[in-house]
T-cell receptor, first 116, second 109 residues
Framework: AQKVTQAQTEISVVEKEDVTLDCVYE???????LFWYKQPPSGELVFLIR??????QNEISGRYSWNFQKSTSSFNFTITASQVVDSAVYFC?????????????FGKGMKLTVNP | DSGVTQTPKHLITATGQRVTLRCSPR?????VYWYQQSLDQGLQFLIQ???????AKGNILERFSAQQFPDLHSELNLSSLELGDSALYFC????????FGPGTRLTVT
């Protein structure tokens, strides 16, 4: 069965610090997709990234970067030089394509607070 | 703005009642996914429709049902509501990347 574990439940940092959010997943499939979503205090879920299991290249987008390591079943997310606006709950998710459906299995989320 | 719309934004109702949540997917998306977010269970997949047909089912209670109409909008019907059904209900659309609507916050009193 699929499972996503975000061991950290809450992190508090000071602005400009770098912070890494851990995500470990379990799946039996060889083809799967990994996601990160951001849920700010306003409540909406904002898509950040989708990565397929065959692409282990790290990705950088501005202050955000993602490190995908199949060997350790991890898909970690780093925010560099954090800002107050990064305060949110971050969810890691996994999907397997099964019967044409890519339903998401989410981790429990990690609340990040960035203090000025 | 994800392009996915949901109405209503908030809903307060009593136990035993029935409500309907509505979702319009992004233009061009054929898939609609419904998720429930509660403090107890976290974010859980409920059901997916693709071009009017049910494609996948998750942890959806028998009291809940959904459908997708020819114009691709979808409705999630929740009946015989219980206090434990209070949650944030999201729909998402997309084929691969799933974009979420703003959610409907349901409060059952």
């Amino acid at each position: 069965a699929q499972k996503v574990t975000q061991a950290q439940t809450e992190i508090s940092v000071v602005e400009k610090e770098d912070v890494t959010l851990d995500c470990v997943y379990e799946t039996r499939d060889t083809t799967y997709y990994l996601f990160w979503y951001k849920q700010p205090p306003s409540g909406e879920l904002v898509f950040l990234i989708r990565r397929n299991s065959f692409d282990e290249q790290n990705e950088i987008s501005g202050r955000y970067s993602w490190n995908f390591q199949k060997s350790t079943s991890s898909f970690n997310f780093t925010i560099t030089a954090s800002q107050v606006v990064d305060s949110a709950v971050y969810f890691c998710a996994l999907s397997e394509e099964s019967g044409g459906s890519e339903k998401l299995v989410f981790g429990k989320g990690m609340k990040l607070t960035v203090n000025p | 703005d994800s392009g996915v719309t949901q109405t209503p934004k908030h809903l307060i109702t009593a136990t035993g009642q029935r409500v309907t949540l509505r979702c319009s997917p992004r233009s061009g998306d054929l898939s609609v996914y419904w998720y429930q977010q509660s403090l107890d269970q976290g974010l859980q997949f409920l059901i997916q429709y693709y071009n009017g047909e049910e494609r996948a089912k998750g942890n959806i209670l028998e009291r809940f049902s959904a459908q997708q109409f020819p114009d691709l909008h979808s409705e999630l019907n929740l009946s015989s509501l219980e206090l434990g059904d209070s949650a944030l209900y999201f729909c998402a659309s997309g084929g691969g990347e799933q974009y979420f609507g703003p959610g409907t916050r349901l409060t059952v009193t």
